[in-house]
Every structure is written in C-alpha cells, then in structure tokens.
Nanobody, 119 residues
C-alpha cells in the first residue's frame, strides 16, 4: 500500500508562485511513477506532470510547460510541484498520484489540495 498526502495549497495572486508537496509512505517507490493531476470546477481531471521515482524523467502538459517544475527528494519520499507565473486558469484541486512502471492506470491517489489563483 502507498499512502499519499498533499500539502502546500492555498491562495495566490496571478503571477505568483506556490509549491505543493506530496509525501509518500507505505513502501519503497523505486519502480513507481509519480504524477500530478488537477481538476477545476466543472471540468474533468487533467494531467499536469509526472516523474519517475528512480530516474527523475519528467513529462509536462503543454499548458504548464515552462511554468511548473516537478521534482522529488528521494530521502524524504516527497514529490514537489513548483508552480510559477500562476494564472487564474490554474485554479483547481491538485492531486498527487502514483503508479507502477509499465502500468497505464494510476493506482494510488491523495486527497488533493486546493490551489486558488486570483486575478
């Protein structure tokens, strides 16, 4: 079992920055992919970014490329999403997720953390 707990959400003005964190526990994650997703009011879940735990290989959605950075601290079992140049359209609940390498579907999900960007 993998438990994921997000933190760091909040309210920020447009153009500002936030860093959300995802603390993972329960088992070693060397063979896992960690992802960030978001869901805005009235919209479906959207992929934001992912990173492989062991190799640090990253993939970003075009909508956040150049503004967001995903990273991980292996010693702390924590994944981060640094969000810069935030826009009101970035307002959403941000979810941390985990899946095994080679598996299409994310198996574990956190409860989410609210990010609100005011104009």
């Amino acid at each position: 079992q993998v438990q994921l707990v997000e933190s760091g959400g909040g309210r920020v003005q447009a153009g500002g920055s936030l860093r959300v964190s995802c603390a993972a526990s329960g088992r070693t994650l060397s063979s896992y992919v960690m992802g960030w997703f978001r869901q805005a009011p009235g919209k479906g879940r959207e992929f934001v970014a992912r990173i492989t735990w062991s190799g640090g290989i990253t993939v970003y959605a075009d909508s956040v490329k150049g503004r967001f950075t995903i990273s991980r601290d292996n010693a702390k079992n924590t994944v981060y999403l640094q969000m810069n140049s935030l826009k009101p359209d970035d307002t959403a609940v941000y979810y941390c997720a985990a899946r095994r390498l080679g598996i299409e579907q994310y198996e574990y999900w956190g409860q989410g953390t609210q990010v609100t960007v005011s104009s």
